[in-house]
T-cell receptor, first 112, second 111 residues
């Protein structure tokens, strides 16, 4: 039971570089989400995908893009990384939109 | 619009009880509770929906007062394994799936 798998686990980027965070789930869930977690801020929703083929913005979408590649995979792209994007990024999925999320183990991203 | 959690931190002896509160300024449809251990992913505990129900999970239960826009998480006879940070996530009436999370309550259970 892998659940939600995120890669990479750690990444250091220079300002202006781009990268894609990968997320895959094997639970046949319909909905997927990307959150970032900063100290003292809780989890903030970046983008979500209600179902395969759809994506929508969350609270803090600026500077990010997403792709729902298929039902299993939901990637997050930083086109031009900024130090303000230093954070821990969590991918999550749920069988039904908005109900009982299963989170991945996170990607710790540092932008210098 | 971020829900307010209280207390911010609590230290318990094993076997003691604790209550964690989550309060929102807007009308709620749902409240989620998650526990996160240091360096790990948040783990889903339970969801409460509009209707004021109370749900339980082992010795952890929660209530949802939709009129007051508040939820409380009850941990009874705490165990060492309960240590971690507890987050509430609230879903509004207009967009229940866009969960807004509180900043968390750190719980430490000591022997």
């Amino acid at each position: 039971n892998a659940g939600v798998t995120q890669t990479p686990k750690f990444q250091v980027l220079k300002t202006g570089q781009s990268m894609t965070l990968q997320c895959a789930q094997d639970m046949n869930h319909n909905s997927m989400y990307w959150y970032r977690q900063d100290p003292g801020m809780g989890l903030r929703l970046i983008y979500y995908s209600a179902s395969e083929g759809t994506t929508d913005k969350g609270e803090v979408p600026n500077g990010y893009n997403v792709s729902r590649l298929n039902k299993r995979e939901f990637s997050l792209r930083l086109e031009s990384a900024a130090p303000s994007q230093t954070s821990v990024y969590f991918c999550a999925s749920s069988e039904v939109l908005g109900y009982g999320y299963t989170f991945g183990s996170g990607t710790r991203l540092t932008v210098v | 619009q971020q829900p307010v959690q209280s207390p911010q931190a609590v230290i318990l002896r094993e076997g003691e009880d604790a209550v964690i509160n989550c309060s929102s300024s807007k009308a709620l449809y749902s409240v989620h509770w998650y526990r996160q251990k240091h360096g790990e992913a948040p783990v889903f505990l339970m969801i409460l929906l509009k209707g004021g129900e109370q749900k339980g999970h082992e010795k952890i239960s929660a209530s949802f007062n939709e009129k007051k826009q508040q939820s409380s998480l009850y941990l009874t006879a705490s165990q060492l394994s309960y240590s971690g940070t507890y987050f509430c996530g609230t879903g509004g009436m207009d967009s229940s799936y866009k969960l807004i999370f509180g900043s968390g309550t750190r719980l430490l259970v000591r022997p």
